[in-house]
RNA sequence: GACAGCGUAGCAUAACGGUCAAUGCACCAGCCUCAUAAGCUGGCAGAUGUGGGUUCAACUCCCAUCGCUGUUACCA
């Protein structure tokens, strides 16, 4: 693969999420993230492979599984069309659904441990300790609390446990990885995750644990079968796993051949550690390049607290989608919480942005225009172009440069930055069209300036439309036919074609000589819930 | 405990050390009528956690203090 190949090229991945239990709204919040960011790339006319699925294997599993009277494949398949329907009902357009329980993904992670063992950095040795089944990990005796029980799982004490691990020999990437983060100061978003990581490193880097005994659920290491793989040793090689055709040969060749080295991993920041300092490392030891980018975004809350199970204000996805549609949770999401930080979500807050940004702002904007448009003009397009705006005019001026602006924001993942960037052309549109009254002007008999100011705004929303597509994408499609557009910004051929997108992206470019219906509301104003 | 970060109007955010600290939401008043009782204009409210210091000038730098958060070995 050459550099000018890559540069349209774009593989991204959510976390393969473990299938404990339904997906929750974390899980929900990094993949709309995601199939915002891929949307945006494929917008640009860029191929791009946009990765998510499961990760099945661990003890935790295996007793879920066991505690419902289930075969553990039985359990994942049923968590697994959970997630798969959340991601439709989200409107997520992912490329691979990536399971590790997949058959080719054995084959896979067995050529990895041979190149890893090859290189002489998986070792057997004892392993003496507390282990939390619910962490799936060993625990230091200062950090349970009394009777052995685990901090965070206080509901079941960790048991003794004495064994042989393979281990897998991190201490020995601990420069590697410093350099790293020092040559490719972007490896790790947010800067502050970065420091965080780069904070641990410096403490002095302890080789870990890849396997497991007295598990079933797993693959065995290769080179001795009583050992089953470690979950996260396996987990992480989901990515490259996803990689490969679906009937490609399950060779590490196959897999890479294509779309490595990826070029965002996207998680939250509670797995920062398994994808800034174990995943680069295990690479660096089999020889492979390392991922572009890894950003570690932060957490929701709910009215300001923390959600938990214990504290039962968890949010269930499912019934946000079908109480509130998609688009205005993918537009909550992505508009009012900056990636990399704690966002919150409150629902009079997310009923008022979404009313005021969606319904007044943007919706009754189009609504009011086509108005005006079928009763001044019968409904037809007026016969202009860009050409016959001066570059000061105070929409053509905000949309000449808006779609480099957007696109911008959008390859920092600053898709909050993008939604303000966007409405400030919407607000001044409303702004515009009472400044300039057509409807006076209409009395007036002054047609000419009527169509001017039409077409001014109804570009406007237009190029709006078009670059909220990818947060918004059933809203702009809404949008894109009311305006005469056979338009589809969920089929994946409208983002092909690089020339499509140096077209719509650029103020003034409606469609004339055409007639425009009735409008439609676009969306429909949320009402607050009684207050309780 | 150690290390890191944060603390701006009711809420959410913004401000290369330098115009009256900006924007949106919410709230109040006025205007308009093309529109999803939407829109526009104006108002509201903070002397930027507290106390010092550096500087001609600090939200922006330094010190202290209070509060919150994160990381401290393998939970989205």
Not at 292 to 297: A, E, R, T
Request: net charge negative; glycine share 6%; hydrophobic share 35%.
């Amino acid at each position: 693969m050459n550099n000018s190949d890559h540069n349209h090229k774009f593989a991204l991945t959510t976390p393969l999420y473990y299938v404990n239990g339904v997906p929750h709204i974390g899980s929900a919040y990094t993949t709309i993230v995601a199939d915002a960011a891929a949307r945006f790339q494929r917008l640009q006319g860029k191929s791009v492979l946009l990765i998510t699925g499961t990760d099945e294997h661990g003890q935790k599993i295996q007793r879920t599984a066991a505690e419902q009277g289930l075969e553990p494949q039985v359990h994942c398949d049923r968590i697994v069309d959970s997630f798969k329907s959340l991601w439709d009902k989200l409107n997520i357009k992912y490329d691979r659904f990536s399971r590790t329980t997949a058959p080719n993904h054995q084959a896979i992670v067995n050529e990895f441990f041979e190149r890893v063992w090859k290189q002489g950095d998986i070792y057997l040795d004892r392993q003496q300790g507390w282990y939390c089944v619910s962490c799936e990990e060993f625990k230091e005796e200062r950090e349970l609390i009394e009777d052995h029980h685990c901090a965070i799982h206080t509901n079941k004490p960790a048991e003794w446990r004495d064994e042989e691990n393979y281990f897998f020999r991190l201490s020995k990437y601990q420069q590697q990885l410093e350099e790293l983060y020092e040559s490719q100061p972007d490896f790790i978003q947010p800067a502050s995750r970065r420091n965080e990581v780069i904070n641990f490193v410096q403490q002095g880097l302890k080789d870990f644990s890849i396997s497991r005994v007295n598990l079933d659920w797993g693959f065995p290491i290769p080179t001795d079968e009583k050992h089953t793989i470690y979950v996260w040793f396996d987990a992480l090689l989901g990515y490259v796993t996803a990689l490969l055709e679906p009937d490609q040969k399950p060779t590490l060749d196959n897999a890479l051949s294509q779309w490595w080295p990826i070029d965002l991993h996207l998680i939250g920041k509670d797995i920062l550690r398994f994808h800034a300092v174990y995943w680069p490392a295990m690479l660096a030891s089999a020889g492979l390049p390392l991922p572009k980018k890894v950003f570690g975004h932060g957490f929701l809350t709910k009215d300001g607290l923390k959600m938990g199970k214990t504290l039962g204000n968890t949010i269930d996805p499912f019934d946000l989608v079908d109480r509130y549609g998609a688009d205005a949770v993918r537009y909550y999401f992505l508009k009012e919480i900056e990636l990399g930080k704690d966002g919150d979500f409150n629902e009079t807050r997310f009923i008022n942005v979404l009313n005021a940004d969606l319904a007044n702002d943007l919706g009754n904007l189009l609504n009011r225009t086509l108005g005006m448009l079928k009763k001044y003009c019968q409904g037809n397009t007026p016969q202009l172009t860009s050409e016959n705006y001066s570059s000061d005019h105070p929409l053509k001026s905000i949309g000449m440069d808006l779609g480099d602006r957007v696109i911008q924001a959008s390859e920092n993942l600053q898709f909050s930055q993008a939604c303000e960037e966007i409405l400030t052309l919407v607000r001044s549109c409303n702004k515009y069209i009472d400044d300039s009254a057509p409807w006076s002007l209409f009395k007036q008999d002054k047609q000419a300036e009527v169509e001017e100011i039409l077409y001014a705004v109804l570009e406007s929303v237009r190029l709006s439309a078009y670059l909220l597509s990818p947060i918004i994408p059933d809203l702009s499609n809404k949008i894109y036919q009311q305006l005469g557009f056979d338009w589809d910004f969920n089929q994946d051929e409208r983002y092909k074609a690089r020339e499509d997108f140096l077209w719509h992206s650029k103020w003034g470019k409606l469609s004339t000589n055409k007639t425009l219906g009735k409008a439609i509301p676009i969306f429909s104003k949320l009402e607050l819930p009684p207050e309780d």
